[in-house]
């Protein structure tokens, strides 16, 4: 799992760490300098999002998911993103986040060339929420198409990614805007036909480990992805499925 070294979202990095380390998997992590990275702030603790902290903060168990998790030893000592070998690993499960800080991860060559790697291996991909537009960004040198090309996929909406920001720019400025281009319009360009951006159903309520239905995951063959934090829980237990079949 490689991060930035701040501002990715708790969630999305918490929730499939928890679920998948109670399912018997190790959970190695990756950063620009090999120091432990930091989540986006304002997601934990829900500072400045004013009277909408309620729902764009992130939820208690996610909180707690946390910090149980940065406590951890694998991820008080990651790796270097020079130092990850596609060989070592079965899988890439690469999380969102939507703060300044993810640009780094976003826009990483060496992250984008090991997706790449991942892919042409055809070893499990799992990504959610701004995840996807590092998928989306790299760049097979074999077809000069982007690893998602060929695939269906789901990302953070549009509208979703509109809604916080016009909620809160106000006073958070262009916080929820990673980009001048929205997530959806990003990731359909990368793909080769945009109807296989799916949006799935409307994101009214987060999921939880006993209402999985709530959430929403796209599979295509080695690749699975999810839209935003409101489908963590059945992104990692899909992926855990995934990981079964592929091993």
């Not at 990504?127 to 998928?135: F, K, M, S």
């Given at each position: 799992?490689?991060?930035?070294?701040?501002?990715?979202d708790?969630?999305?990095a918490?929730?499939?760490?928890?679920?998948?380390?109670?399912?018997?998997?190790?959970?190695?992590?990756?950063?620009?300098n090999?120091?432990?990275?930091?989540?986006?702030?304002?997601?934990?603790?829900?500072?400045?999002?004013?009277?909408?902290?309620?729902?764009?903060?992130a939820?208690?168990?996610?909180?707690?998911?946390?910090?149980?998790?940065?406590?951890?030893?694998?991820?008080?000592?990651?790796?270097?993103?020079?130092?990850?070998?596609?060989?070592?690993?079965?899988?890439?499960?690469?999380?969102?986040?939507?703060?300044?800080?993810?640009?780094?991860?976003?826009?990483?060559?060496?992250?984008q060339?090991?997706?790449?790697?991942?892919?042409v291996?055809?070893?499990?991909?799992?990504?959610?929420?701004?995840?996807?537009?590092?998928?989306?960004?790299?760049?097979?040198?074999?077809?000069?198409?982007?690893?998602l090309?060929?695939?269906?996929?789901?990302?953070?909406?549009?509208?979703?990614?509109?809604?916080?920001?016009?909620?809160?720019?106000?006073?958070?400025?262009?916080?929820?805007?990673?980009?001048?281009v929205?997530?959806?319009?990003?990731?359909?360009?990368?793909?080769?036909?945009?109807?296989?951006?799916?949006?799935?159903?409307?994101?009214?309520?987060r999921?939880?480990?006993?209402?999985?239905?709530?959430?929403?995951?796209?599979?295509?063959?080695?690749?699975?992805?999810?839209?935003?934090?409101?489908?963590?829980?059945?992104?990692?237990?899909?992926?855990?499925?995934?990981?079964?079949?592929?091993?």
């Open positions: 799992m490689p991060l930035p070294t701040y501002g990715f708790p969630t999305e918490a929730i499939p760490w928890l679920l998948l380390t109670a399912h018997g998997y190790e959970v190695a992590f990756a950063t620009p090999g120091y432990s990275s930091l989540a986006d702030i304002r997601m934990l603790r829900g500072e400045q999002l004013g009277i909408w902290k309620w729902l764009l903060q939820r208690s168990d996610a909180v707690t998911a946390y910090y149980q998790m940065s406590n951890s030893d694998n991820f008080c000592a990651p790796l270097k993103y020079t130092d990850i070998q596609m060989n070592e690993y079965d899988a890439l499960l690469l999380p969102g986040g939507h703060d300044k800080g993810v640009r780094e991860y976003l826009e990483s060559a060496l992250l060339s090991i997706v790449v790697d991942f892919f291996a055809k070893k499990p991909v799992a990504a959610i929420c701004h995840g996807v537009v590092l998928a989306a960004r790299s760049i097979n040198p074999a077809t000069g198409k982007s690893v090309h060929p695939y269906k996929t789901t990302a953070l909406l549009q509208s979703q990614e509109l809604a916080a920001y016009h909620l809160t720019k106000l006073w958070l400025q262009d916080y929820y805007l990673t980009y001048p929205t997530v959806e319009a990003a990731v359909k360009a990368a793909l080769s036909d945009p109807a296989h951006f799916l949006k799935g159903p409307a994101p009214l309520w999921d939880t480990a006993a209402h999985l239905n709530r959430g929403f995951t796209v599979t295509d063959r080695n690749y699975l992805s999810a839209r935003w934090p409101g489908d963590a829980y059945r992104f990692s237990m899909d992926f855990i499925q995934l990981l079964a079949v592929s091993f």
